[in-house]
Structure formats: structure tokens, C-alpha cells
Nanobody, 117 residues
Framework: EMRLVESGGGLVQPGGSLRLSCVSS????????ITWVRQVPGQGFEWVSS???????VYADSVKGRFTSSRDNAKNTIYLQMNNLKIEDTAVYYC???????????GGPGTQVTVSS
């Protein structure tokens, strides 16, 4: 069964940092573009970042310069380093296969990021 599982969220103060992880199971993530999206309860998904199978990255304007995506193919893991977090970054974060707004979620639980003073 193909699955992506997110972890690493938590509660941080504005200006703080977190690193999210996305681990694939049932398939090697190295051959896939991986996208991060986030969702605030009651709202739709918002695209955050995508990392290509070749390591190329793109970011939403709202996170550009603060978030960095990377991947460790040996560990089937994709990371999202989030720095200088803002209150408006509060959401549940999910990873998916795909590129920018063409993505597929794989049933992961998501990971809650809460930015609050």
C-alpha cells in the first residue's frame, strides 16, 4: 500500500522554526515529485511547496524565503524546514505526490503546526 506519512509539527511562537518530515511507504519516493499543502479547518487546501524528483523546488509566495524543502532519497523522506514562522502559517500540513496544484494525497494523517504567542 502506497502511503505518505507526515510528522514534525508542533506549537511554536512567531519567529520560531519547525522541520516537517514526510516518509513514503510502499513505494520509493525518489522517483516522485512531492508537494506540501496545508489546510486550515473549514478551508480548502493551500499549496505550499513542491520538490521535484531532481531536487528542484518551488514555493508559494507566502512562504518563499522562509521555507525550504529537501529530500533524502536513501531514507525515502522529504523535509520542509520552516523558519520565521508566522501566525498565518497555522494549519495541518500534508505531503502528496505531484507538482504544485496537480497532486494526490495518500491518506497520511497530516501534522498540525500551530504558531501562537
Amino acid at each position: 500500500e502506497m502511503r505518505l506519512v507526515e510528522s514534525g509539527g508542533g506549537l511554536v511562537q512567531p519567529g520560531g522554526s519547525l522541520r516537517l518530515s514526510c516518509v513514503s511507504s510502499g513505494f520509493p519516493s525518489r522517483g516522485y515529485d512531492i508537494t506540501w499543502v496545508r489546510q486550515v479547518p473549514g478551508q480548502g487546501f493551500e499549496w505550499v511547496s513542491s520538490i521535484g524528483s531532481n531536487g528542484s523546488t518551488v514555493y508559494a509566495d507566502s512562504v518563499k524565503g522562509r521555507f525550504t524543502s529537501s529530500r533524502d532519497n536513501a531514507k525515502n523522506t522529504i523535509y520542509l524546514q520552516m523558519n520565521n514562522l508566522k501566525i498565518e502559517d497555522t494549519a495541518v500540513y500534508y505531503c502528496a505526490t505531484g507538482w504544485i496544484n496537480r497532486y494526490r494525497l495518500w491518506g497520511g494523517p497530516g501534522t498540525q503546526v500551530t504558531v501562537s504567542s
